[in-house]
């Protein structure tokens, strides 16, 4: 026991200063740009019913929650997104508030780790849910803020990937695969393992000719004109409204002016299964897995009781920070303005000055029983902007001028 005092669970994370200075200005700017895109801010409780998130169709499999008890021994788990608790709340709380609803929230969610997601646990899901909106200009409209969301981090040379749950849904279905077929190919297409993907097929009773257009699914990646090649490949309604429904997002996005980072993935999947539309995730370089991602969920609020059309994202926020790190963005601790130090006789002085200091929006450390040697060895250890000494003769200066 002794020996993890100073550890802390796997997957969970701690936040150094300079980092934590710099997460929240992320989370100041982003706050700013939802409310100017008309989102009001929710918060959730931490822990949920599990009930309310323990859900095959439109929930998380139970292995990818964690769970405790309340006192009367019902079973909670800690939320593991923060859609689905906004969803709750939009059926229940805000049952009567004029649609469409547009939530943001900045707030943590907590998910068990596997092996072939994030290794951390823990994170802090910057989001936004507009509820009520069914067109395609509402799928345009989130995936433009998400873009904005990006840039203005600023990231660089990040990468938005595009798709549609239908387009695999009926693709599968015209390949006349069951649904445990279904669910195997699903997830290999969406690793782009081709080479599983075909021994797993040479061991099904489907002929070579459906074997060769199943096989073609995780290739339909790159520009719009990956479109046209998905069109020439079937004829399943599910599919062709697919297709037309991103082609009507992507003309919305070039009005936007923010087609241009947008690339087509039809072989996409997410790990929360209740998205029943477009899909997308923010990828980057610097990064082995999306630190963003969203889509439409036509039908995860009728679980709380509410027919609703809705579409959203998350952004990880410490994804994000791991990302600019990467890319060259420096996280320095914040500094006060200035050290202060004092004579033992001048204890009074010293606090009315850091009150005063303090009021005109200067930050100010008191040190104490530190000589003004030391104050000045502060500065130059960039430890502080100014010094000042106080003594029954008045203030010594030292560093930049005193604000």
Known sequence: MASRKLQIPSGMQDTLPGECARKRQLEQRLRQLFTLEGYQEIETPILEYYDALDDRTYGFRPEHLWKTFDAQARILAVRPDSTIPAARMAAGRL???PLPLRLCYLQSATKVRSETSSMLCEETQAGVEL??????????????????????????????ELGQAQFVTGFLQEAGLTEEQSAVMSALTEQKSTLDMELYLSKLDISADVTARLMQLPRLYGGASVLDEAAALTRHPLCLAAIDNLRQIMAVLKEYGCDECISIDLGMAHEANYYSGTIFRGLVAELGQPLMSGGRYDHLLARFGRELPATGFALNLKLLLIALERQGASFEAPVPDIVLGFDAACQADAIAYAKQQRKRGVSVAIMYGMNAEALRHRIDTNHAQAAVYITKDGLQQYGKAVF
Do not use: R
């Open 95 to 97: 049952a009567d508030a």
């Open 131 to 160: 509820m009520g909106e069914a067109s395609p200009q509402a799928d345009a409209e989130v995936i433009a803020l998400a873009i904005h969301v990006l840039q203005q981090s600023g990231l660089k040379d990040f990468q938005i």
